[in-house]
Nanobody, 117 residues
Framework: QVQLVESGGGLVQAGGSLRLSCAASGSVFSISNMGWYRQAPGNQRELVASITRGGTTNYADSVKGRFTISRDNAKNTVYLQMSSLKPEDTAVYYC???????????WGQGTQVTVSS
């Protein structure tokens, strides 16, 4: 079992920055990929960014150049640095951890990010 706890969401003006953190606990040795997803009202949950244990990253086109995902394996924590935020980035952001061996995905409780225009 893996538990994920997100922090760092909030209200920010357009053009501002926020950093989200997600701390993993439990069977952290089994985690391979970690990532951030988001879900805006009326929309499906979508991938924002992901990172492998080795540091390979992947980003949604809509956030490339503005968001940076990073991972501290020693702290079992993944971060999402968000810059040049836009109102359309407003959503609940969820942390995700993938255990490849069991093909099981774990989710955090979500943290609200609101970008005002």
């Amino acid at each position: 079992q893996v538990q994920l706890v997100e922090s760092g969401g909030g209200l920010v003006q357009a053009g501002g920055s926020l950093r989200l953190s997600c701390a993993a606990s439990g069977s952290v040795f089994s985690i391979s990929n970690m990532g951030w997803y988001r879900q805006a009202p009326g929309n499906q949950r979508e991938l924002v960014a992901s990172i492998t244990r080795g540091g390979t990253t992947n980003y949604a086109d809509s956030v490339k150049g503005r968001f940076t995902i990073s991972r501290d394996n020693a702290k079992n924590t993944v971060y999402l640095q968000m810059s040049s935020l836009k109102p359309e980035d407003t959503a609940v952001y969820y942390c995700n951890a993938l255990v490849i061996m069991s093909s099981r995905a774990y989710w955090g409780q979500g943290t609200q990010v609101t970008v005002s225009s």
